[in-house]
């Protein structure tokens, strides 16, 4: 008897081999079908000239969990492009927690939601949304 | 006799003090009124689970570049947000540049576009369009 | 005996006064603190050269949903732009109803999420995002 | 003799049966390889609840301006999606030129800046980043 693939297998496997989250403290927190949680402690080199979060890396967080939530089908999918807002400074200390929603899946073509929350407040410091892309051969 | 302040001054001081920047190892090549340009090679720490570079990583470095410019007016600024689209795969070793130019300025809201290349073929990597706004009490 | 101003009135007036929805043929369907559903029949004269809905008036739809509900908070409000994605095509004799919904307000900027669907059967066909501030005194 | 087609007969015969844009009162001033000028007079029935030209309409001219240019490479390209930001207000009686340029091209994917501006004084009134997609089978 053959078990069906499971499709988070292709997020799961990106994970265990990502340095650039390693390195930054990443910690993937849940996966789903079309969602991901994944949080960071801003450390002291992560903030910028204004004594904040950079921008960059509080994007960073957020694209991470959109790369895993656009991976979880089961298919090979890039990031295409993305837009965020910044909505409150985050500081050196702060964990911040990045949720990943699926919104829209048409072909190959997705988009995908990701709210940045200051745990200790539940604060909302971003918002992205994601545009993913499909490239396997399927 | 006294000299007027150098607007370039509020960027200079930024990258000075900004712990993230260095930690990324980028550099800044450049900086004008309303324009910079800052560069970043990938290290082996930054790339994802498919072996190129993180795109939050890339955009990190764009963004830097963008702030660095629209703080070449002489008042505070802060993004307010940006979108990027990703047009070609960074690798390991690659030396990325990033140049941010003033596409508009409107009393305290500005529109940047960052223009981010391999320096080795001069292929275009990603285009970033940043929004900011001047929170200074001038 | 003096009755708190109604917030709602300033998008009322707004919708009353405003020849652009009208002549596409635009409906209020419905408007809340922080919501609001607009609705819109594709006409003959609103696709383009591939006879689909021109995406500009799609966009137009949920610009105008997500411009009754930024405003919808008593305080004049602009937009200051917004991003679109499109889905799927409509075509003329589709009515399309655009839902805007707020997903930030922090100090004078918001941000508001708008999903366009068809209304036969539900399908989406857009999604924007509206960044806005409020430019009143107050 | 066949001589090669004429790439931009794409866009012309786009244009030439756009109901949208012709009840818009829309004007193609110039199209080029990856480029295409469009201009459009804000009417009285364009203008929104605050008398001001409806942000959504003014994206459509930049849309349009999109379109033509994404379209004048000989291949079917649809928008899949664009980001406007909004620098001034138009009026009505405004002419708006909407001149539109490939800032990427990179196998299916494009990306095209759309500049707005005012006839008779030059001011920027809108920027818009456009999304491009080629759609057929080439």
Known sequence: ???APDPLETSRRMWAVDPASRSLGM???DLGAGTATVAMTVR???VNGYA???GGLVATLADTAFA???NSRGRT???SGFDVTFLEAGRAGDRLVARARETALRGRSGLYDVTVTREADGVVVAELRGRSR???RA
Chains 1, 2, 3, 4 share one sequence.
């Open 77 to 79: 999918t890039v990031a």
């Open 68 to 70: 895993m939530a656009c």
């Open 1 to 3: 008897m053959v078990s």
């Open 134 to 136: 499909a490239v396997d």
């Open 27 to 29: 910690e993937l927190v």
């Open 52 to 54: 904040i979060a950079h």
């Open 44 to 46: 002291d080199d992560m």
